[in-house]
């Protein structure tokens, strides 16, 4: 039987009223709440309620594809459903921020088959229970969107994130050019098959999106080929009335380990922090650099810290257990090799802003409740494939749900300036002192702001 908790009570409903005895092999489809993927594997064409699971989704009904011109017509398709997400938990007070970086890995099938789907899939529900009070999730690495992308037919981790109450969030970094003057994506876009993977989801709404693609890259290496840069998102969050900004800047750096790679992620850092100043962020609201910044604090430290440096940041103390992102011998994604884990992931406060009374990061690991079974296979292939494809050479039993472990923090301000920035809905004034005029331009920046970054406004831009 079917468990949606809500959505179980719809189908019953939909059986009792249809009469039907559930005997057959065929369910009735019911529309249910919430966003659905048909997956009909094909070219096999023979779905069954295993498939749902398989990505940790729930099975909700099969039909048989009846469709003329469906490369499946006459096989079995089933509709799968994300289980019902808790509601969002009691947030913390309004002057700390509670954030995740995750690298999810989710390279396009063009590079390889590595769980993508499975582990993507199963990733929004289990940081979310394991950190139910987070405000903002930053994810690198989301080069296809995450979970299952089809052409007119997905269930993308932005769905997923949605179901969570995470309902707002960035475009991904190097995705389009539009609305985006002087991000520098069009040139990079020109030359590369994909974008750069990084993009900011929130429980708060984002009043302001701003991206750069990096101008600095190894043309020699497979950075090349991707648009990576940072996204910036400005996140209000309001608690009990009163609002409080916190910008948030998500990146991904330079990636190899060739003789130029460090001196390319601190040219990398010097363009973020260059893009961050043209923004004219008042020094009073708080800003946080994100992501994975690629260079290994345990046996590349002085590369970390020239790159930590070039931002003008501050890393907050690592607690718990767990000291490294990348762990070569403990991550079941990875081979065990002699290379020594490393820590790649960070999430860094402004030395030059709000400064936080309160500030750690911890290291956390979210793995699937089972062992789950993936195809891995690094030969060339469009699509995604099952462990049991006759194609896929070999496979491989994961738990963890990324080569990467996330790291989260939280961060306290001083209460009293929190309190300072509170304000009317929509209207935006960067501090108490600024004069009747300078607020109403501030107003009108704001709301235009937030009309060129609402979904209807780039809907009707990128018919
Ligand atoms: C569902 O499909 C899988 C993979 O083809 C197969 O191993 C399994 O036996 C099928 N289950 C049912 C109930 O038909
Ligand atoms: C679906 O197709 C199978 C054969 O592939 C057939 O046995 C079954 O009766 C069909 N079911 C329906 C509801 O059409
Ligand atoms: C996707 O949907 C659009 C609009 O309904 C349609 O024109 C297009 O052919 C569909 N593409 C595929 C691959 O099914
Ligand atoms: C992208 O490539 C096209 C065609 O080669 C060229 O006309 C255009 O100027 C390029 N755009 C940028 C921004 O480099």
Not at 69 to 80: D, E, I, P
Request: hydrophobic fraction near 35%; charged fraction near 20%; proline fraction near 6%.
């Amino acid at each position: 039987m079917v468990n949606f908790g809500g959505k179980t009570i719809l189908l019953l409903l939909i059986s009792i009223h249809i009469g039907s005895a559930r005997s057959d092999e065929y369910d009735e489809c019911p529309e249910i709440e919430g966003p659905t993927v048909w997956i009909d594997n094909a070219p096999d064409c023979q779905a069954n309620s295993s498939y749902c699971h398989h990505f940790g989704l729930d099975y909700v009904c099969s039909t048989n594809i009846t469709d003329e011109g469906n490369s499946c017509l006459g096989g079995t398709q089933v509709k799968c459903a994300h289980s019902q997400a808790p509601p969002l938990a009691t947030p913390l007070p309004i002057n700390t921020l509670k954030l995740i970086t995750y690298n999810v890995w989710e390279l396009n099938y063009l590079v390889a088959q590595i769980g993508q789907r499975e582990r993507t899939c199963r990733i929004p529900a289990k940081i979310f229970k394991m950190n139910p009070d987070v405000d903002v999730v930053v994810l690198e690495e989301v080069f296809m969107g995450g979970c299952i992308v089809n052409v007119n037919n997905s269930l993308t981790m932005r769905d997923i994130l949605g179901e969570f109450g995470f309902v707002h969030s960035t475009r991904t970094v190097g995705d389009s050019l539009a609305l985006l003057p002087g991000a520098r994506v069009a040139e990079k876009r020109n030359s590369t098959a994909e974008n750069g993977g990084v993009f900011i989801a929130s429980r708060w709404p984002i009043v302001q999106e701003k991206q750069k693609v990096f101008d600095n890259y190894d043309p020699t290496t497979s950075d090349a080929l991707s648009a990576k840069g940072v996204m910036y998102a400005r996140v209000r969050k309001t608690v009990e009335d009163a609002s409080k900004d916190f910008h948030i800047f998500g990146t991904h750096m330079q990636s190899t380990e060739k003789t130029e790679s460090p001196g390319i992620r601190v040219l990398q850092a010097g363009e973020i922090f260059d893009f961050m100043q043209g923004m004219s962020i008042p020094i009073s609201e708080p800003v946080i650099y994100t992501g994975d910044l690629n260079g290994d604090l345990i046996n590349k430290e002085e590369n970390a810290r020239a790159i930590i440096d070039a931002l003008n940041a501050n890393m907050p103390s690592l607690i718990g257990p767990i000291k490294v992102t990348y762990d070569h011998q403990n991550n079941d994604n990875l081979d065990p090799t002699d290379k020594d884990a490393e820590y790649l992931d960070y999430i860094l406060t402004s030395n030059g802003h709000e400064q936080p009374v309160g500030a750690s990061t911890q290291v956390f690991r979210p793995r699937s409740d089972q062992p789950v079974e993936v195809c891995r296979d690094f030969r060339l292939f469009k699509f995604f494939m099952y462990p049991h494809s006759p194609d896929c050479r070999e496979t491989k039993t994961v738990s963890d749900l990324s080569d990467h472990f996330p790291v989260v923090g939280i961060f306290q301000y001083p209460t009293d300036k929190a309190e300072m920035t509170t304000q009317a809905p929509g209207v935006h004034t960067t501090s108490s002192g600024s004069s009747p005029v300078t607020g109403a331009v501030f107003a009108v920046v704001t709301s235009l702001t937030v009309l060129i970054n609402s979904h209807i406004f780039k809907k009707l831009i990128f018919i």
